[in-house]
């Protein structure tokens, strides 16, 4: 099974976009959380995110063809 979910970094070498892009984009509504992004500690003062690069890839590239379960 592929990895999905990644950490900052990660999701930023696997999709070449930056983090402050991410949130960006989470923040405007084209990302939703849940489906593209979670909290990785919800009891955490400052957010950190774990993102879903495979849903990011798709909307990133405008393949709705596929839909991630």
Same mark, same amino acid.
């Given at each position: 099974? *592929?990895?999905i979910w990644y950490d900052g970094?990660?999701?930023v070498a696997v999709l070449?976009?930056?983090i402050r892009q991410l949130r960006a984009l989470l923040k405007n509504g084209t990302l939703s959380m849940g489906v593209h992004a979670?909290?990785? *500690?919800p009891k955490a003062i400052r957010p950190s995110y774990l993102? *879903?690069?495979k849903a990011i890839a798709e909307v990133l590239t405008g393949d709705r063809s596929r839909r991630v379960k």
């Open positions: 099974m *592929n990895k970094k990660g999701a070449g976009v930056s979670r909290l990785k *500690n993102w *879903n690069v």
